[in-house]
C-alpha cells in the first residue's frame, strides 16, 4: 500500500526533498508489514527493491562457508537495507528477517532514480549506509576468521618461555647426545689415562656426578616448563577442533534446510503447473 509524505519526511534519505517532491515520491513508494519471525527474503533471492526500516527491527544475516549463520546488522528505524541487489541486479547477499512487527518502505529502482534525478545530493545518503555495512562486514571478517594454534601461542611467549623451549627442543636432539658422549668420553680419559698428578676428577668421577645431576635438575625444570606450554597448545587445539566440528554440524543443518527450501518451492511450481494445464483443457474442453 502507498505512504504518505509525512511519514518520508522524517527519513534522512529524503530530508532534501521539498513537499511537492515528497508527495510526488510518496505516491510511487509502496509500504509493507512483516510480522516477527517472518522472512523478507533470503540469500540468493532475486530482488529490484530497496528497503527502509519506518519502525520495527529487520537482522540481516548470511551462512558462512561452514553453515554458522552470521548476523551482519540488525535494521532499526530509517536504516536502509537491500540496495545491493537493486544496483547490481544480482541475487540477495544476504537474508532479512523480522525480529518483529516492522513496517517498511519499498523503493525500487525507478523510484531511486527518479529521487536522485530531483535530488542528486541524496545519494550520499544512501553511500553511507553502504559504507557502514561495508565497515560491519570488515569488521566481521577481522574477527572470524579461524585460529591458528601455533600463530596465537607463540604471540603470548615470554622471553623465558622462548628460551625454554629451545633447550628443550636442543636436549632432545641428536647433536646434543653427541656432545655429551664426546663431554664424558674427555672426561673419563682426562682422568683415567693421565698421570694420578694430573687427574682433576679422580674414579669414582664426583665432580662430573655432581655437574650431570645439576644438569638433569635444571633440565627437567625447563622441559616440564615446555609441556605445560604444549598441554595449553593442545587444550586451544581441541577447542579450535570442537569449533570447526560445530560449524560442520551447522553446514550440514543448512544443507538440510536449503534442501527443504527448494523442494517447497519445487511443489509450489508443480501444484501451479498442474492448475495452469487444469484451466487450459477445461478452457480447450468447453471451445471444442
Given at each position: 500500500m ?6 518520508l519526511?522524517a527519513?534522512?534519505l ?6 511537492d ?30 528497503y527502509?526500516?519506518?519502525s520495527?527491527e ?8 561452514v ?9 532499526a528505524?530509517?536504516?536502509?537495507f537491500g540496495?545491493?541487489s537493486m544496483?547490481?541486479?544480482r ?8 525480529l518483529?512487527?516492522a ?9 531511486l532514480?527518479?529521487?536522485f ?5 541524496a545519494?550520499?545518503?544512501?553511500l ?5 555495512m561495508l ?5 566481521l571478517?577481522r574477527?572470524?576468521v579461524?585460529r591458528?594454534?601455533n ?6 611467549l ?5 628460551v625454554a ?23 673419563i680419559a682426562l682422568?683415567?689415562l693421565?698421570?694420578?698428578?694430573s687427574?682433576f ?14 644438569e638433569?635438575?635444571?633440565l627437567?625444570c ?11 597448545k593442545?587444550r ?11 560449524k560442520?554440524?551447522?553446514?550440514i ?5 536449503k534442501t ?6 519445487m511443489?509450489?511450481?508443480f501444484?501451479g503447473l498442474?492448475?495452469?494445464?487444469k484451466?487450459?483443457r477445461a478452457?480447450?474442453e468447453?471451445?471444442?
Amino acid at each position: 500500500m502507498p505512504c504518505n509524505a509525512q511519514e518520508l519526511a522524517a527519513i534522512k534519505l529524503f530530508e532534501l526533498l521539498d513537499e511537492d517532491e515528497l508527495n510526488e515520491l510518496a505516491r510511487s513508494i509502496d509500504t509493507t508489514v512483516l510480522m516477527a519471525g517472518e522472512t523478507l527474503f533470503n540469500a540468493g533471492d532475486f530482488g529490484e527493491s530497496l528497503y527502509i526500516v519506518d519502525s520495527g527491527e529487520v537482522e540481516l544475516s548470511i551462512r558462512d562457508t561452514v553453515g554458522q549463520k552470521i548476523i551482519l546488522k540488525v535494521a532499526a528505524e530509517d536504516d536502509i537495507f537491500g540496495e545491493i541487489s537493486m544496483l547490481d541486479n544480482r541475487p540477495r547477499s544476504a537474508t532479512a528477517t523480522a525480529l518483529t512487527d516492522a513496517q517498511l518502505f519499498v523503493l525500487d529502482r525507478d523510484d531511486l532514480l527518479l529521487l536522485f534525478q530531483k535530488k542528486p545530493d541524496a545519494g550520499l545518503n544512501m553511500l553511507a549506509a553502504m559504507s557502514t555495512m561495508l565497515r560491519d562486514a570488515d569488521d566481521l571478517l577481522r574477527t572470524r576468521v579461524s585460529r591458528n594454534v601455533n600463530e596465537e601461542l607463540e604471540e603470548k611467549l615470554s622471553p623465558i618461555q622462548r628460551v625454554a623451549d629451545w633447550i628443550a627442543w636442543f636436549s632432545g636432539s641428536m647433536l646434543f647426545m653427541m656432545i655429551h658422549a664426546i663431554w664424558f668420553l674427555l672426561w673419563i680419559a682426562l682422568n683415567t689415562l693421565t698421570p694420578p698428578a694430573s687427574q682433576f676428577d679422580p674414579f669414582p668421577f664426583g665432580f662430573l656426578t655432581l655437574v650431570v645431576s645439576l644438569e638433569a635438575i635444571f633440565l627437567s625444570c625447563i622441559v616440564l616448563i615446555s609441556q605445560n606450554r604444549q598441554v595449553e597448545k593442545d587444550r586451544l587445539r581441541s577447542d579450535i577442533e570442537y569449533e570447526v566440528n560445530i560449524k560442520a554440524e551447522l553446514e550440514i543443518a543448512h544443507l538440510h534446510e536449503k534442501t527443504d527450501h527448494i523442494h517447497e518451492e519445487m511443489l509450489a511450481k508443480f501444484s501451479g503447473l498442474e492448475k495452469l494445464l487444469k484451466n487450459e483443457r477445461a478452457t480447450t474442453e468447453i471451445r471444442s
